[in-house]
Every structure is written in C-alpha cells, then in structure tokens.
C-alpha cells in the first residue's frame, strides 16, 4: 500500500467518505503518514494527599542525587527521570486547599464561585478552564498526522462516584469536568467494542442479503436495477468486514482477570489492569495522551496490603512529631511510586510499534499531586516527577526551582509536542513563559 500526505487523501484515493474515519483511521498496519513519524505520549498520573518531604525530595541538585526511600522504585529508571522541587501552584480564589490543588492542578485557573462546600474557605464550583492535557489533545486532534481514535483517554482507580471539585482534575473547557473511567472492565469495553460491533454489524448484513434476494423477483426490472444496486453495495460491505476479521490484529487485546470487584482491597490488582489497558491503548495507537487518577483528593484509601489500615488522608493530617504516621505516609508514597515505576517498565519493555527504540524512549509520564504536604495543605512544592523520553528533556536531574509557578510547567509539556503557548490557565502566573527543560 503506498503512502499517503494526508488522511483526507487516504479517502480520497480509496473512495471513501469521511464518516469512516473513526472506524479506520487507527489501524496501525495501514501505512499513513503519521505512522512513519514519531509518536510522542504524554500520560499525567495522579496520587493524592501531598507527601513527606524529608523522605521524597532528593537533597542533592544536578545529574548526581540519591533517590529517597518514597521514590527508590524509580532506581532502575533514573537516568531518564527528572525531579523538579519547587514548583508551587499560585492560583489562589474560591475552594479549599485541597479542592484548588485539585480543580487548578491541570488548568491553572481559578474554579468558578459554586455551592461546594470544602474543609475551609469559601465554597466553590468547577474549573474555569480546560487542563493541559485536552488542551494538548486539541493540538494534535486538529491535525491529521497526530490525530487518534480517541485524542485522550482518562484512567482511574477506585475514584468515588460522586461528581465534585476533590474528584476531578481534567476539564474539557470551563465548567465542563471529565471524569476517568475507573472500572477496567468498562475502559476495555471503550478500547475494544467495535470488535463486537463489527460483528454484529456481519449478522445484519446476512439478513439484510437474504431479505434483498426474497424481493427481487417481486419488484419490477427498474426496481429491481435498484436492488442489485444495494446488494453490490451489501456484498462489498460484507467483502470489506470478511477481509478485517481475516487480518491478524495488529496488537492482541489484553488478557483481564475476570470479576475483580471494584473494591478498597483490590486497588493494586485494579491498578495493574489499568496499566495494561493503557499500554495496549499506546500500542494500537488508540491514543497519545492519557491521565491516571488513582483515587482523589483527600482518597482515604486503607493499604492494608503493605499493613495499614488508616485512611491516607486522616494519616496525612498527623504532625512530623508522628514518626510512626511519617513512615506509614512514606509507604503509601513508596507503593504508589512502584505503581509509577511498573508502567515505565511495561512501557520500557515493549519495542515501539513501527519505530525506533521502546514505547518509554517516546512517553513522558509525569506523577504529581494535589498537595506538597498533606498535615499543611501547602501548595508550594507540589510534587512533579518525569520519567521516560517522551518530550525531550534533559533527564537524570534533581532540579531545585525556587518557587516557579506550575502554569510554566505545564506550558512546557505542551511545547515539548511542538505546541507553543505564550500563556495557559490564568496568565497572571505565566510568568516568563515555559520553563526551559530541555
């Protein structure tokens, strides 16, 4: 098959319309302009409830830094990871400390004046604007040799059903929460249901077939010219299907444990599913950016898989001068950094499609929070953590930023796919534009 500029010349050549794009677009043995190039990925995972400081931020500045005990599981990676202390996210206005660490992780905006009332302050809505994923999703939706079948895809573990400020971080524009799919199950059925449609979509057109070939005695030779005319059709529809169910797929489905009930307990076997589906997703290109909310702002999760039976976010409320609390906290940090380290492995070991190099060499995965400390509720030095080779930074560092605002940061990520923003979320704390990290 040749290549093609463009999608709207893969249709073109092929005859078809526009509306099939969605069904065909993402395979990735067919050879479009976009599969040649390289497929850059963004995926922003959250933890919630701020972290213990001493055990967390590297002491030392520069390439040569020793990873703390919450961050250790990162040691196999730590050549492609980059620590950025001092980061502080400055949007001040309506909302709690941990409903605007929250709604203004992404967006870098205020949230809208509302009825939600938090722990403190004045009660507040939703976000004022869209978070930095979208708005990078926009980007490359709005060209044809980066758009995907889904432009971004929202993970999620035990997150509550309720819908407010504390259990939402992406905004697809002002006022308009997304919410992450928590349910493995529910995103596998998201990624993978065309397969069912299509065949559903061959059971129809058997009966459609036999119903046109019953009439077509019946009618007159005009009518009937007609008929042959959408049984032609029929016949190529049914052709076309035949020949995709007859290619392997490109990428196996994964494999899920089934009736894995969506439970406290079963957070780290709900965890790893979801890291598989995301990395099946990267695979057959389904997306290029994708966010990953384990719990929410002030989750209470009880790990009594690594021994304990607190509530994350009561423990974080204990003061320094609770050791036993500090290591509990450190535990919580140091299992949700393996979480971290497991999807940079998965991704690490698996070649990319097409390319050059592994699936990490081209993903940047950034882990953060809506908290730099959760007994403070401090917005100032509000984790971030990179690994991978996604955007092209210079990795292996521990940077010491000094305050910087976070709506820098995120204009960075953005430039790393080519996207250049002179400001994102309120401009106020844009400051001298994008940090420069590469």
Not at 2 to 26: E, Q
Not at 275 to 304: C, K, P, W, Y
Not at 405 to 419: D, E, P, T, V, Y
Request: aromatic share 8%; with cysteine; charged share 25%.
């Amino acid at each position: 098959m040749g290549r093609y500029n463009t999608r709207r010349d893969f249709l073109r050549a092929m005859g078809l319309s526009a509306a099939v794009a969605p069904f065909v677009m993402n395979r990735p043995s067919l050879a479009f302009a976009n599969a040649a190039g390289r497929k850059q990925r963004l995926v922003i995972v959250f933890t919630p409830n701020g972290v213990v400081p001493p055990t967390f931020w590297p002491d030392e500045e520069g390439s040569e830094f020793t990873l703390k005990e919450s961050l250790a599981p990162l040691e196999p990676f730590k050549d492609r990871t980059l620590i950025l202390h001092g980061v502080r996210n400055g949007v001040a206005g309506d909302g709690d400390l941990h409903m605007r660490g929250m709604g203004c992780l992404l967006t870098g905006i205020e949230l809208f004046p509302g009825n939600i009332q938090g722990g403190g302050d004045t009660p507040a809505g939703w976000a004022s604007g869209l978070s930095i994923d979208q708005e990078i999703k926009n980007y490359l939706q709005s060209q044809d040799a980066t758009r995907t079948r889904f432009g971004s895809l929202e993970f999620g573990v035990m997150v509550p059903d309720r819908a407010d400020t504390w259990t939402r971080m992406v905004y697809g524009g002002p006022n308009k929460p997304i919410a992450p799919i928590d349910d493995p199950y529910q995103m596998f059925a998201k990624l993978y249901g065309e397969m069912k449609d299509r065949e559903n979509m061959a059971s129809i057109l058997d009966d459609l077939e036999e119903d046109l070939a019953k009439v077509r005695n019946l009618v007159s030779a005009e009518d009937r010219g007609l008929l042959e005319q959408q049984e032609t059709f029929v016949r190529e529809f049914e052709r076309s299907l035949q020949a995709e169910d007859q290619r392997a797929p490109d990428h196996a489905e994964p494999e899920l444990t089934p009736d894995v009930e969506r439970k406290n307990e079963n957070m780290p076997e709900l965890t790893r599913m979801q890291i598989e589906l995301m990395v099946h997703s990267f695979l057959n290109d389904f997306s290029r950016i994708a966010t990953f909310q384990i719990t929410n702002s002030v989750g209470q999760a009880r790990m009594n898989w690594i021994g304990i039976e607190e509530g994350h976010h009561s423990l974080s409320h204990e003061p320094d001068s609770n050791t036993e609390a500090m290591e509990k906290l450190t535990k919580i940090n140091r299992w949700y950094c393996e979480q971290l380290a497991h999807l940079a492995k998965r991704l690490d070991e698996t070649p990319e499609p097409g390319g050059e190099g592994t699936m990490l060499d081209n993903t940047t995965i950034v882990w953060t929070n809506e908290l730099g400390k959760g007994s403070s509720h401090t917005h100032e030095n509000t984790p971030f953590v990179m690994v991978g080779g996604g955007l092209g930074l210079q990795m292996g560092q521990s940077l010491k930023l000094g305050g910087v605002s976070h709506n820098r940061l995120l204009m960075s990520l953005a430039g790393g796919f080519g996207h250049e923003l002179k400001t994102f979320g309120n401009p106020d704390y844009c400051g001298k534009g994008p940090l420069a990290l590469g």
